[in-house]
Protein backbone atom coordinates (compact mmCIF):
# COMPACT_ATOMS: atom_id res chain seq x y z
CA UNK A 1 0.00 0.00 0.00
CA UNK A 2 1.12 3.46 -0.43
CA UNK A 3 -0.42 7.21 -0.43
CA UNK A 4 -0.86 9.57 -3.28
CA UNK A 5 -2.66 12.42 -3.91
CA UNK A 6 -5.75 13.06 -5.85
CA UNK A 7 -3.54 15.91 -7.66
CA UNK A 8 -1.25 13.10 -8.82
CA UNK A 9 -3.99 10.45 -9.93
CA UNK A 10 -5.92 13.79 -11.85
CA UNK A 11 -2.00 14.32 -13.27
CA UNK A 12 -1.56 10.53 -14.86
CA UNK A 13 -5.30 11.31 -16.76
CA UNK A 14 -4.35 14.52 -17.88
CA UNK A 15 -0.86 12.66 -19.34
CA UNK A 16 -3.31 10.16 -20.85
CA UNK A 17 -5.82 11.20 -22.38
CA UNK A 18 -3.00 14.11 -23.78
CA UNK A 19 -2.34 12.13 -26.76
CA UNK A 20 -6.25 12.01 -28.63
CA UNK A 21 -7.24 15.29 -26.93
CA UNK A 22 -7.37 16.63 -30.52
CA UNK A 23 -9.61 13.91 -31.51
CA UNK A 24 -11.76 15.06 -28.59
CA UNK A 25 -11.82 18.95 -29.09
CA UNK A 26 -12.57 18.38 -32.68
CA UNK A 27 -15.51 16.87 -31.86
CA UNK A 28 -16.94 18.93 -29.05
CA UNK A 29 -16.41 21.70 -31.62
CA UNK A 30 -18.60 20.01 -34.27
CA UNK A 31 -21.26 19.24 -31.77
CA UNK A 32 -21.28 23.13 -30.83
CA UNK A 33 -20.63 21.82 -27.28
CA UNK A 34 -18.45 24.39 -25.23
CA UNK A 35 -14.48 23.54 -25.96
CA UNK A 36 -13.80 26.49 -23.45
CA UNK A 37 -12.05 28.55 -26.05
CA UNK A 38 -9.22 25.87 -26.23
CA UNK A 39 -7.37 24.95 -29.61
CA UNK A 40 -5.83 21.71 -30.58
CA UNK A 41 -2.33 21.58 -29.18
CA UNK A 42 -3.13 23.32 -25.76
CA UNK A 43 -2.65 21.85 -22.64
CA UNK A 44 -5.21 19.88 -21.10
CA UNK A 45 -7.04 21.33 -18.62
CA UNK A 46 -8.88 21.09 -15.69
CA UNK A 47 -12.56 21.21 -16.92
CA UNK A 48 -11.50 18.51 -19.59
CA UNK A 49 -10.15 16.55 -16.89
CA UNK A 50 -13.34 16.86 -14.75
CA UNK A 51 -15.35 16.29 -18.48
CA UNK A 52 -13.28 12.95 -18.58
CA UNK A 53 -14.00 11.75 -14.91
CA UNK A 54 -17.47 12.75 -15.01
CA UNK A 55 -18.19 10.34 -18.11
CA UNK A 56 -15.88 7.40 -17.75
CA UNK A 57 -18.08 4.34 -17.12
CA UNK A 58 -15.12 2.40 -15.35
CA UNK A 59 -14.51 4.45 -12.84
CA UNK A 60 -17.06 3.79 -9.96
CA UNK A 61 -18.72 6.56 -8.57
CA UNK A 62 -16.97 7.54 -5.23
CA UNK A 63 -13.77 7.43 -7.54
CA UNK A 64 -15.31 10.14 -9.58
CA UNK A 65 -16.46 12.14 -6.31
CA UNK A 66 -13.36 11.96 -4.64
CA UNK A 67 -11.36 13.26 -8.03
CA UNK A 68 -13.81 15.75 -9.28
CA UNK A 69 -14.01 17.53 -6.02
CA UNK A 70 -11.28 19.51 -4.67
CA UNK A 71 -12.57 20.01 -0.78
CA UNK A 72 -11.17 23.12 0.65
CA UNK A 73 -8.02 22.85 0.56
CA UNK A 74 -7.40 21.12 -3.20
CA UNK A 75 -6.32 18.15 -4.89
CA UNK A 76 -2.36 18.25 -3.59
CA UNK A 77 -3.42 17.95 -0.22
CA UNK A 78 -6.00 15.41 -0.35
CA UNK A 79 -4.40 11.71 0.20
CA UNK A 80 -5.82 8.28 -0.78
CA UNK A 81 -4.27 4.51 -0.01
CA UNK A 82 -3.85 2.45 -2.81
CA UNK A 83 -2.20 -0.92 -3.67
CA UNK A 84 -0.31 -2.08 -6.84
CA UNK A 85 -3.33 -3.56 -8.24
CA UNK A 86 -5.50 -0.75 -7.68
CA UNK A 87 -3.50 1.63 -9.06
CA UNK A 88 -2.95 -0.51 -12.27
CA UNK A 89 -6.76 -1.23 -13.21
CA UNK A 90 -7.07 2.83 -12.45
CA UNK A 91 -4.97 3.47 -15.46
CA UNK A 92 -6.18 0.13 -17.20
CA UNK A 93 -9.05 2.03 -16.80
CA UNK A 94 -8.37 5.26 -17.89
CA UNK A 95 -6.79 4.46 -20.71
CA UNK A 96 -10.12 1.94 -21.79
CA UNK A 97 -11.78 5.16 -21.90
CA UNK A 98 -10.02 7.77 -23.53
CA UNK A 99 -9.51 5.50 -26.88
CA UNK A 100 -13.64 4.51 -26.44
CA UNK A 101 -16.14 6.08 -29.22
CA UNK A 102 -18.23 7.85 -26.32
CA UNK A 103 -15.11 10.60 -25.25
CA UNK A 104 -13.11 10.61 -28.73
CA UNK A 105 -16.96 11.29 -30.09
CA UNK A 106 -18.07 13.78 -27.67
CA UNK A 107 -20.97 11.57 -26.68
CA UNK A 108 -21.81 13.12 -22.86
CA UNK A 109 -24.36 10.02 -21.82
CA UNK A 110 -24.16 11.30 -18.52
CA UNK A 111 -25.49 15.23 -18.90
CA UNK A 112 -29.57 14.90 -18.87
CA UNK A 113 -30.68 16.68 -21.79
CA UNK A 114 -34.31 15.46 -21.55
CA UNK A 115 -35.57 18.28 -19.59
CA UNK A 116 -33.61 21.60 -21.06
CA UNK A 117 -35.93 24.62 -21.85
CA UNK A 118 -33.59 25.82 -23.68
CA UNK A 119 -34.22 26.02 -27.23
CA UNK A 120 -32.21 24.76 -30.22
CA UNK A 121 -32.27 27.82 -32.07
CA UNK A 122 -31.58 31.35 -30.88
CA UNK A 123 -35.06 32.85 -28.92
CA UNK A 124 -36.29 35.73 -29.52
CA UNK A 125 -35.44 38.52 -26.19
CA UNK A 126 -36.64 41.59 -27.16
CA UNK A 127 -37.09 44.83 -25.08
CA UNK A 128 -40.16 47.45 -25.68
CA UNK A 129 -37.91 50.26 -26.11
CA UNK A 130 -38.13 51.28 -29.96
CA UNK A 131 -35.09 53.60 -30.31
CA UNK A 132 -31.82 53.41 -28.46
CA UNK A 133 -32.34 55.70 -25.17
CA UNK A 134 -30.42 58.70 -24.47
CA UNK A 135 -28.26 56.80 -21.34
CA UNK A 136 -27.07 54.41 -23.77
CA UNK A 137 -24.29 56.71 -25.11
CA UNK A 138 -22.68 56.43 -21.12
CA UNK A 139 -23.24 52.68 -21.13
CA UNK A 140 -20.25 50.72 -21.09
CA UNK A 141 -19.59 48.73 -24.70
CA UNK A 142 -20.94 45.16 -22.75
CA UNK A 143 -23.94 46.34 -21.48
CA UNK A 144 -24.78 47.90 -24.87
CA UNK A 145 -23.64 44.46 -27.07
CA UNK A 146 -25.58 42.24 -24.21
CA UNK A 147 -28.65 44.10 -25.32
CA UNK A 148 -27.89 44.14 -29.07
CA UNK A 149 -27.72 40.43 -28.66
CA UNK A 150 -30.73 39.74 -27.20
CA UNK A 151 -32.48 42.35 -29.17
CA UNK A 152 -31.52 40.29 -32.24
CA UNK A 153 -32.64 37.19 -30.77
CA UNK A 154 -29.35 35.58 -30.32
CA UNK A 155 -27.96 33.88 -27.31
CA UNK A 156 -26.19 35.68 -24.50
CA UNK A 157 -23.37 32.69 -24.91
CA UNK A 158 -22.31 34.44 -27.99
CA UNK A 159 -21.05 37.25 -25.99
CA UNK A 160 -16.90 37.14 -24.93
CA UNK A 161 -16.22 35.42 -21.40
CA UNK A 162 -14.75 38.83 -19.75
CA UNK A 163 -17.07 41.06 -21.13
CA UNK A 164 -20.02 38.31 -19.60
CA UNK A 165 -17.76 38.75 -16.16
CA UNK A 166 -17.71 42.48 -16.73
CA UNK A 167 -21.81 42.49 -17.63
CA UNK A 168 -22.44 40.57 -14.24
CA UNK A 169 -20.35 43.22 -12.59
CA UNK A 170 -22.63 45.75 -13.98
CA UNK A 171 -25.65 44.36 -13.01
CA UNK A 172 -24.52 43.92 -9.40
CA UNK A 173 -23.86 47.38 -8.96
CA UNK A 174 -26.70 48.52 -10.71
CA UNK A 175 -28.47 46.81 -7.96
CA UNK A 176 -26.20 48.63 -5.40
CA UNK A 177 -23.57 46.08 -4.37
CA UNK A 178 -19.80 47.45 -4.30
CA UNK A 179 -18.44 45.09 -6.84
CA UNK A 180 -14.56 43.92 -7.66
CA UNK A 181 -13.99 42.00 -10.90
CA UNK A 182 -11.44 39.50 -10.34
CA UNK A 183 -8.30 39.17 -12.89
CA UNK A 184 -8.78 37.18 -15.66
CA UNK A 185 -7.80 33.35 -14.81
CA UNK A 186 -10.86 31.26 -16.80
CA UNK A 187 -9.46 28.42 -14.37
CA UNK A 188 -13.04 27.94 -12.48
CA UNK A 189 -12.34 30.43 -9.75
CA UNK A 190 -14.28 33.82 -8.64
CA UNK A 191 -14.83 35.79 -11.30
CA UNK A 192 -16.84 38.95 -9.46
CA UNK A 193 -16.60 39.89 -5.36
CA UNK A 194 -19.70 41.74 -4.49
CA UNK A 195 -20.17 44.06 -1.01
CA UNK A 196 -23.01 45.54 0.54
CA UNK A 197 -24.28 46.63 3.96
CA UNK A 198 -27.59 45.47 4.88
CA UNK A 199 -29.13 48.00 7.37
CA UNK A 200 -30.42 44.90 9.34
CA UNK A 201 -27.93 42.25 9.43
CA UNK A 202 -24.91 44.55 8.28
CA UNK A 203 -21.94 43.90 6.10
CA UNK A 204 -22.94 41.01 3.22
CA UNK A 205 -19.99 39.60 1.39
CA UNK A 206 -21.09 37.62 -2.17
CA UNK A 207 -18.96 35.56 -4.31
CA UNK A 208 -19.76 35.45 -7.96
CA UNK A 209 -18.84 33.03 -10.86
CA UNK A 210 -20.06 33.46 -14.17
CA UNK A 211 -20.10 30.66 -16.92
CA UNK A 212 -20.44 31.60 -20.15
CA UNK A 213 -21.35 28.06 -21.75
CA UNK A 214 -23.45 27.19 -24.81
CA UNK A 215 -26.75 25.73 -24.84
CA UNK A 216 -26.24 21.92 -24.32
CA UNK A 217 -23.23 22.30 -22.34
CA UNK A 218 -24.57 22.78 -18.20
CA UNK A 219 -22.76 23.36 -14.97
CA UNK A 220 -22.49 20.31 -13.22
CA UNK A 221 -22.19 19.02 -9.38
CA UNK A 222 -18.42 19.29 -9.25
CA UNK A 223 -18.63 23.27 -10.47
CA UNK A 224 -21.14 23.96 -7.38
CA UNK A 225 -19.16 21.79 -5.14
CA UNK A 226 -15.84 24.22 -6.05
CA UNK A 227 -18.01 27.23 -5.32
CA UNK A 228 -18.78 25.86 -2.14
CA UNK A 229 -15.21 25.39 -1.22
CA UNK A 230 -14.44 28.36 -2.49
CA UNK A 231 -17.26 30.45 -0.61
CA UNK A 232 -16.23 29.01 2.90
CA UNK A 233 -12.30 30.02 2.02
CA UNK A 234 -13.48 33.40 0.97
CA UNK A 235 -15.80 33.83 4.15
CA UNK A 236 -18.31 34.97 2.16
CA UNK A 237 -21.92 35.07 3.17
CA UNK A 238 -23.54 33.56 -0.15
CA UNK A 239 -22.44 32.30 -3.59
CA UNK A 240 -23.34 32.84 -6.62
CA UNK A 241 -23.41 31.10 -10.01
CA UNK A 242 -24.30 32.72 -13.24
CA UNK A 243 -24.84 30.72 -16.55
CA UNK A 244 -25.97 31.16 -20.14
CA UNK A 245 -27.33 27.72 -19.83
CA UNK A 246 -28.79 25.72 -17.22
CA UNK A 247 -27.42 23.35 -14.45
CA UNK A 248 -27.57 19.44 -14.15
CA UNK A 249 -30.15 18.07 -11.52
CA UNK A 250 -28.20 17.07 -9.34
CA UNK A 251 -26.15 20.15 -9.43
CA UNK A 252 -29.29 22.26 -8.50
CA UNK A 253 -30.34 19.68 -5.94
CA UNK A 254 -26.47 20.23 -4.35
CA UNK A 255 -27.79 24.45 -4.18
CA UNK A 256 -31.07 23.12 -2.95
CA UNK A 257 -29.58 21.70 0.32
CA UNK A 258 -27.90 25.20 1.42
CA UNK A 259 -30.36 27.09 -0.14
CA UNK A 260 -29.45 30.04 2.19
CA UNK A 261 -25.36 30.58 1.04
CA UNK A 262 -25.57 28.92 -2.43
CA UNK A 263 -28.04 30.40 -5.00
CA UNK A 264 -27.75 30.05 -9.14
CA UNK A 265 -29.08 32.44 -12.38
CA UNK A 266 -29.68 30.35 -15.46
CA UNK A 267 -29.93 31.63 -18.71
CA UNK A 268 -33.56 32.82 -18.26
CA UNK A 269 -33.13 34.73 -15.01
CA UNK A 270 -30.04 35.98 -16.27
CA UNK A 271 -32.71 37.87 -18.98
CA UNK A 272 -35.22 38.89 -16.78
CA UNK A 273 -31.97 40.19 -14.30
CA UNK A 274 -30.77 42.44 -17.54
CA UNK A 275 -34.31 43.87 -18.24
CA UNK A 276 -35.01 44.62 -15.12
CA UNK A 277 -31.94 46.57 -14.81
CA UNK A 278 -32.21 48.34 -18.29
CA UNK A 279 -35.67 49.23 -17.37
CA UNK A 280 -34.93 51.29 -14.44
CA UNK A 281 -33.24 53.16 -16.66
Known sequence: ?????????RDIISIIITEDIGIHRTSKMLLKIDDYGLENGADVI??????????NIYYDLDLKEQLIDPGLLGFDFRKVRISDNWFKKFKDNTKKWSISKDWLNANFPWIDLTESNIPDVSETWKFDNAKSPLWLKNTPSYVTLAMNILKNGKLLCEMNWRDFEKLIGYLLEEDGWKVEVTKPSKDGGIDVIAFKTDKNIGKVKSVWQAKKYKQNNFVRLSHVRELTAIRDYEKASKAMVVTTSRLTKDAIEWVKRDIYRLDFKEHMHLKNWIESIIMKK
Do not use: N, P, S, Y
Open 46 to 55: DEEIDDFIAG
Open 1 to 9: MRKITLQAL
